[in-house]
């Protein structure tokens, strides 16, 4: 099945935040506090209890305040960094290649957390699990569109099958290059691809996100050469420990009947 993504239009975004409002209704989330930053933007963050936020990029251009808005949430990566480090394996990816988590399995280790190059999964200490936007997997599943997407009242957010959202990022960003010398598409092969993309008039920092992400090489290490091993590498330590047992058992008992001989002549 092809893979269905999210294009995120950021000229098109006016701010509204209609997007982080229908995704807390959607996921029933909570209300929590906040911390004010000295910006419009709220949260300052991603949350456990919020799966996308609206990030209000605050520069001043000749005089003038100028926003550069980026809605964000997991990027559900085509090669998931969270995915192979979870050794609960509680993070799969759904047919239409939505990245998501079966909070029964989820133990709140935090390894995704560490693991994710975009800093998405937030630990929710009330539930001890960790969270994050599934692209409205169950929404999908029924034929419907993320709620983010359905709130949106600009067009600035589209779903549908990636590789046609990928087709429209790079005809918008055509359209843009005249007036927008660094307008770019994002996604396409950051961390090799992800379901959602951007269209961009600038370059990716200006916006928030990080213009080269990589995966730790402690997660690749970790998923390549430590976690298949991992097996063998505890059967080892296992044998290790059984024969120091023995060892040191045998030395004793060799140490006594010297010690023995010793008094008796
Ligand atoms: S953005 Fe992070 S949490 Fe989302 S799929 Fe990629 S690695 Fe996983
Ligand atoms: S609903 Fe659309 S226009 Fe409003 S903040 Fe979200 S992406 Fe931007």
Known sequence: MAYLGLLIDT??????????VACKQWNQLPAEPTTFKGTYQNHPDL????FT????????ENGQLKWYFAKRQCMHCLDPACMK?????AISRTETGAVVRDMTRCVGCQYCTYACPFHVPK??????????????????????????VKACVTGA??????????AL?????NSLLPSCPQANVYGETEVGGTNVLYVLADRPSKYGLPEDPKVSPVTIAWNDYIKPYGPWLIALTAAGSVLSFFTTRLMGAGKAAHEEEKLHG
Request: contains cysteine; aromatic residues 6%.
């Open 47 to 50: 949350t456990a209890n919020n």
């Open 157 to 166: 957010l589209q779903f549908g099958k990636r590789e046609e959202l990928l």
């Open 11 to 20: 000229t098109k975004c006016i701010g509204c935040r209609g997007c982080q």
């Open 169 to 173: 990022a790079k005809e918008r960003v």
């Open 123 to 148: 630990y929710n200490a009330a539930i001890d699990k960790v969270t994050k936007c599934s692209l409205c997997a169950n929404r999908v599943a029924e034929g419907l569109a993320p709620a983010c």
């Open 53 to 60: 936020i609206v990030a209000y990029n605050e520069y001043e």
């Open 85 to 89: 480090v979870c050794p609960r394996k």
